[in-house]
């Protein structure tokens, strides 16, 4: 198959990640603008209805390897989190045990990554985890 | 780009300083469930997007938070310090009022009551039918016992509901969870809970300190063989724990049922099976928790395949029975063992009744058709005597079958219990009905139809004709399964 540069990838995501595709419960975004290598990016999710994450913002980072998009992206909350996958007291995912990381094909895209981790959060076994009050942040 | 120095024609923001540089862009403002076009100037802050889009949304602008490319938008910002133009996109998300943040207070609250009411989850049999008994009549004496058996709870009287007395809280915390299914399965995933849940042995010594279950196993000693398997014990806690995986269990178990019956001779296993299952159902009957001890059946799927007699058995004695506290603590211990039991295959009969009873479990006990039967078996000395004689539900029945009349007056004798009466009746009806299968005589008394069977026993030295009768009452007239009941039912 033709292997689409990164750059070119991750430009084509930005614009996405700007024009809102999709339907309006993920956000992303470079961190930074002037970031001409497009490594790091900002990422939000909407907390889905009926779980214990609803109404809630949840802010990421997504970082883009060189590799992007035949390696998977690293990916970390920023907002704290209760959810199967993520690190406790770093808010860092697991790549192992997020299926579509561990997995990863070059087809996918942080839009994906963003839907899929917001979709876990539908799963039965995370909706109903108590979740840390609002607004607090990992410290690093 | 901005080039219109003329007044802006869609410029209908408020107090926009510089009024005139800013171009109109059309910005997307899209929430989870609708979108809508704004047009703002270029060169306006956040602030002033929020208020406009207050108006659009009907929400209060402290009510909205915007997303754009993954980052928050604060008040202070610009949109085009976030880069954004025309054409773009920007997600909003209108809080409301009660946030899921709530779920994150209330949780403590609820694990502190969940401790008390712990005492009742992790063994989900014994104390709904205690506190279930205990609630319309008989003493609460009897729920001390299984607060001994976890230990000092009594401290957590004070909390929540306010009642000094435990036992009250108990009850009312058994009411509410009845009522509230919801609550129960919020309970079941309690972290605290399920932690609980996951200790064999500490569940294991819960349910045996019980002196009610200490009863019953003297009684039937597979209930402590039951017990005594971790491995049986894990998977039964598994099960209570995730209400899913019960029902799959339960399902697992009715199709291998099904293909029971088309082996040549498994029909009249599986009618034996019924007639075992008969008295687990019937504590369902007055068992609010009805259909978690029939899933806790569905431990083993093998032994399903088996038509041997299948090892879970634990008579449960009548829920019918009057509110002594003989035949309550019977009840208690009766559906504590109903939960604990596994390695039964799980029948589907037992589960369609297993589920219509817990609902009825609350009405029926309460309702004055219930009432009413008791007084008429009061009344009957004839069945107050097979009651006391023999704590299975069984020998109730079938004085039930020979007085059809009886059983049919209860259920209509119940004034205004609605759907319940219906419900009754035909469990009543069903539950005749599997007797008069299982026992494949309907009216006879058991004596008479066991008769060959008596014999044969007491030729092969079994000479405790009551003991006898019982156990082949119990096993349906398999005289192999009897046997071996009277043997295990020696003292071991």
Request: one cysteine or more; charged letters at 15%; hydrophobic letters at 30%.
């Amino acid at each position: 198959m033709f292997k689409v540069p990164r750059n070119f990838r991750l430009l084509e995501e930005l614009e996405e990640g700007q024009k809102g595709v999709g339907d309006g419960t993920v956000s992303w975004g470079l961190e930074d603008d002037e970031d001409m290598t497009l490594t790091r990016w900002t990422g939000m999710i909407i907390g889905p209805a009926r779980t214990n994450y609803e109404n809630r913002i949840y802010s990421l980072k997504v970082e883009c390897g060189p590799k992007y998009p035949e390696a998977p992206p690293t990916v970390r909350f920023v907002t704290k989190i209760s959810m199967n996958g993520i690190n406790n007291s770093n808010g860092t995912v697991d790549s192992r045990s997020i299926p579509i990381l561990s997995k990863w094909q070059n087809s996918y895209s942080i839009k994906i990554v963003l839907q899929e981790l917001r979709r876990l959060m539908t799963s039965k076994e995370n909706m109903k985890l108590p979740q840390p009050p609002e607004g607090q942040t990992y410290s690093n | 780009m901005a080039d219109n120095g003329a007044a802006d024609p869609g410029n209908n923001n408020n107090n926009k300083p510089d009024a005139s540089e800013g171009t109109i862009i059309k910005v997307t403002v899209k929430t989870p469930k609708d979108k809508e076009e704004i047009a703002i100037s270029e060169d306006a802050s956040v602030t002033q997007f929020k208020e406009e889009i207050s108006r659009r949304f009907k929400a209060k602008q402290d009510q909205l938070v915007l997303i754009f490319a993954g980052k928050i938008l604060k008040d202070g910002d610009s949109l085009n310090q976030h880069g954004i133009k025309d054409g773009l996109t920007v997600h909003l998300v209108i809080k409301t009022a009660h946030k899921a943040g709530d779920g994150a207070s209330s949780s403590p609250s609820s694990s502190s009551s969940t401790q008390a009411g712990s005492s009742s989850s992790p063994s989900p049999g014994t104390n709904p039918s205690t506190a279930g008994t205990t609630g319309p009549a008989a003493p609460p004496t009897q729920t001390p016992n299984i607060l001994t058996g976890f230990g000092d709870l009594s401290s957590l009287a004070g909390l929540g509901m306010g009642s000094a007395n435990f036992m009250e809280l108990q009850q009312q915390m058994q009411r509410q969870l009845m009522s509230n299914p919801e609550m129960l399965s919020q309970i079941m995933e309690n972290p605290l809970v399920q932690n609980m849940m996951s200790n064999p042995d500490l569940m294991r010594q819960m349910i045996v300190a019980n002196p009610q279950m200490q009863q019953l196993m003297e009684r039937n000693p597979e209930i402590s063989h039951m017990l005594n398997n971790p491995e049986l014990m894990r998977q039964t806690m598994e099960l209570a724990r995730n209400p899913a995986m019960m029902q799959e269990m339960m399902r697992n178990q009715d199709r291998a049922l099904s293909n029971l019956e088309s082996i040549p001779g498994g029909y009249n296993a599986l009618r034996r099976m019924y007639t075992d299952i008969q008295e687990p159902m019937f504590s369902a009957a007055r068992e609010q928790f009805g259909s978690n001890p029939f899933s806790a059946l569905g431990g083993n799927s093998e032994s399903g395949a088996q038509p041997s007699r299948t090892e879970n058995r634990e008579p449960l004695p009548n829920p019918w029975g009057p509110p002594s506290s003989t035949s309550s603590s019977e009840n208690g211990g009766g559906t504590t063992a109903g939960t604990g039991t596994t390695t039964g295959t799980n029948p589907s009969v037992s589960n369609p009744l297993g589920i219509n009873a817990a609902s009825l479990g609350n009405g029926m006990f309460n309702s004055p058709g219930m009432q009413s039967l008791m007084q008429q078996i009061s009344e009957n000395p004839q069945l107050m005597q097979n009651m006391l004689s023999a704590p299975y539900m069984r020998s109730m029945m079938q004085s039930l079958a020979q007085n059809p009349e009886l059983a049919s007056q209860n259920p209509a004798s119940s004034p205004s219990a609605g759907t319940n009466t219906a419900q009754q009746q035909q469990l009543m009806q069903q539950m005749l009905q599997m007797f008069a299968g299982g026992g494949g005589g309907g009216t006879q008394t058991p004596e008479v139809r066991f008769q060959s069977q008596l014999d044969q026993l007491n030729a092969m030295g079994f000479i405790n004709r009551e003991a006898n009768l019982q156990a082949l009452i119990a096993t349906g007239g398999d005289i192999n399964a009897a046997i071996e009941r009277l043997l295990g039912s020696q003292p071991s």
